[in-house]
């Protein structure tokens, strides 16, 4: 499948999350036969919102479950939005070989911390990033979330902010 493909499949989870009313993070992990796990947000509602339930770490839990295990270096990650560096620890120790996101995480995005300044588990992962896939479809469910006055997760934080004044590239429609 196509990096395209697979966030297509990972926009798919991220509506699915909006319309449960939670943070719209939508996740696929595939190999070169096809999507091997799909996951959404969790538990960003209520009085207290989870910081474990990411997509990434439900669709990596799911991972697991499977026997026998696929190789993580034939893997590849797709989600919504950039990876947390809680999620980009756990994808790096998976040995997950790709991650492809939509949408840049202004307030908390971990992809882009140099991994040499790490330990040795982590300085050594090198994983194929790619950004900015179906960006723009990301950005209108996020700014959707964040417009919504019931959606109190993150209101008010610096992605909020960044995200509502974010216009679609020109020749582009959010």
Same mark, same amino acid.
């Given at each position: 499948m196509t990096d395209d493909e697979l966030m297509q499949a990972a926009l798919d989870e991220a509506r699915s999350a909006l319309a449960r009313g939670e943070f719209p993070v939508g996740c696929v992990i595939a190999d070169q036969s096809g999507?091997?796990?799909?996951?959404?947000?969790?538990?960003?509602? #209520?009085?207290?919102?989870?910081?474990?339930?990411? /997509?990434?770490?439900?669709?990596?839990?799911? @991972?697991? $479950?499977?026997?026998? !295990?696929?190789?993580g270096k034939h893997l590849t990650l797709a989600v919504t939005l950039e990876p947390c560096l809680m999620c980009y620890g756990a994808i790096l120790l998976?040995?997950? #070989?790709?991650?492809?996101?939509?949408?840049?995480? /202004?307030?908390?995005?971990?992809?882009?911390? @140099?991994? $040499?300044?790490?330990? !040795?588990?982590?300085?050594?992962?090198?994983?194929?990033?790619?950004?900015?896939?179906?960006?723009?479809?990301?950005l209108a469910l996020f700014q959707t979330f964040f417009a919504n006055p019931a959606a109190t997760y993150w209101q008010d934080s610096l992605l909020a902010r960044y995200t509502l004044t974010r216009r679609p590239r020109e020749g582009q429609q959010a």
């Amino acid at each position: 499948m196509t990096d395209d493909e697979l966030m297509q499949a990972a926009l798919d989870e991220a509506r699915s999350a909006l319309a449960r009313g939670e943070f719209p993070v939508g996740c696929v992990i595939a190999d070169q036969s096809g999507i091997l796990v799909r996951a959404g947000r969790r538990n960003s509602v #209520g009085p207290r919102p989870s910081e474990l339930a990411h /997509a990434e770490m439900n669709a990596l839990q799911r @991972l697991e $479950e499977i026997s026998p !295990p696929p190789e993580g270096k034939h893997l590849t990650l797709a989600v919504t939005l950039e990876p947390c560096l809680m999620c980009y620890g756990a994808i790096l120790l998976a040995g997950i #070989g790709s991650i492809v996101y939509a949408y840049e995480d /202004a307030m908390g995005g971990g992809t882009g911390c @140099l991994l $040499e300044r790490l330990g !040795p588990l982590y300085a050594t992962r090198r994983p194929r990033i790619k950004a900015g896939v179906r960006r723009e479809e990301a950005l209108a469910l996020f700014q959707t979330f964040f417009a919504n006055p019931a959606a109190t997760y993150w209101q008010d934080s610096l992605l909020a902010r960044y995200t509502l004044t974010r216009r679609p590239r020109e020749g582009q429609q959010a």
